[in-house]
């Protein structure tokens, strides 16, 4: 009964032996797998990583294009409105230039009509 004692618990031991080398090789099978995976997911990581530092640059070349676009808009409205004035006021020295020659002008036919009543 011993012998089959030993000879049991021996089965038993070497049935879990060969489970747990069964098992740590499993496990080492997953691990290399995870590594795979790890190593593909870092990669992946660092081009995501390139592209948002690639993206982050045009933004900020876009921004600056945008602003640029904005100063040139804002100085040609501020150029046009100076030119504006600028033609109001000539506009307006022309105006008064033809209501004085309008005066003149009247004054001269009334010189005339007084002249031919004579």
């Known amino acids: 009964l011993q012998v089959s004692e030993v000879q ?8 879990e032996s ?13 691990i290399g797998d995870l590594r795979g ?3 593909d997911l870092e990669a992946k990581n660092a081009l995501l990583e390139k592209e948002v530092q690639n993206l982050n640059y045009q933004l900020n070349d876009d921004q600056r294009q945008y602003e640029a676009a904005l100063n040139d808009r804002d100085a ?3 150029r046009m409105r100076e030119e504006c004035q600028t033609l ?10 033809k209501q004085m020659l ?6 001269y ?7 031919e009543s004579r």
């Open 37 to 39: 995976k790890l190593g």
């Open 109 to 115: 036919r009334k010189m005339l009509e007084g002249e």
């Open 88 to 97: 109001v006021a000539e506009l307006q020295a022309l105006l008064d230039t």
């Open 102 to 107: 309008d005066a003149e002008i009247a004054i």
């Open 18 to 30: 060969n489970y747990q080398r069964e098992e740590v090789k499993r496990m080492r099978d997953n």
């Open 8 to 15: 049991g618990t021996a089965n038993r031991a070497n049935i």
């Open 76 to 78: 040609t409205l501020r």
